[in-house]
């Protein structure tokens, strides 16, 4: 067995992951139950904008829960979506890259068949939108009952890409000015030469982006972290993957802050199964469907105390728990 280091597989968040039971057990419904993923509104909407030939091997691929290795002539339905999609080329390069979510959160337009699909999709553009949104209410509402205890709060987003969430929260938030202080965290220079651009366009002075693997940051942090989030990071991890990071980054906690991590769990797979597949036989993305719960064990077995979860609303496809150091 080959042994990867727990930074590598954060930020590889892919590559050769384990394919999960759970998701097994979706790809092995009947045809029958797996017509109703292709009629809903996405579902619909990118077959009808296939071509005939692409559409049917697809389709069939999917009827019969076949991996890409397995299907004929898979390479035609490869090249197509290669060549007609801008986040399937970006997801394929890599797995855990913010740019999809720069267009899932609709701050980037998307065109073609396969795209618009996606945004249409609940394990895409409704899903991350909605926990997006979930993720900027609840941030605004802890912070601000930890300012009502303490002066100032010091907040990390680990693994933050251009900063979506806090730059957003700020903005919305000027009474925050000198009282909080926000250092994202990521490996990406693009998504910090983005997150330093949106912070210089709206005046934003309390974000600063900091270029670290977020695993080996405890003499930066020395337990002096009162608030942070972990969104977007843990989703193709394995139980004991997550449970090593929260492990890790633990200690940058002081005792009492709260970390709130969001993780997929099977009800991506149950409520979009097509778009699941997608993602694994297209892009390779070897995204975990935990059950729900695993999050909060994963938490609890990494020594942190429970302090509650919330999910993304409608689609509830992720576990999003709060957990206190
Ligand atoms: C899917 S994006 C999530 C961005 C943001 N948290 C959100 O939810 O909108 C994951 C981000 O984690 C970053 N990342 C991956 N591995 C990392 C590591 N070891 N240390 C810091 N950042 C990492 C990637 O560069 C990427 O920008």
Redesign the pocket.
Known sequence: MVFIK???L????AGDRPFCRNLRKYYDLSISKKKTYLEDAAGTYLFNGLPEKVANILKNGFFLGLHAEDIKDWDVVSRYFQENSRIIPALRA?P???T??EQM?HFKKVSGVVDNYFLKSIAGGQA?KC??EI?NKKMKEHVDVILKGQKECFIL?????????CVDVCRENPHWNGSVKIEC????EE?IFLGEKLVRQHGIKQIVFVK????RLRKRYPKNVDYA?????L?SLTYSEKVKLLKRIRHYFKPGGKLVA?ALTVEMARKDLLCSYILRELCGWGLQYPDFGELKKAFEDAGWKYGGFFQEEPTKLYEIVIGIA
């Open positions: 727990l930074e590598q954060v930020n590889a968040m890599n855990g890259t913010y999809m979510l959160y991350l926990r997006y993720i987003d680990i693994g933050s890409g251009p900063g979506r969430n965290i990521d490996i990406d998504a670290e693997t977020m695993t989030l972990l969104i977007g990071i989703c969001a």
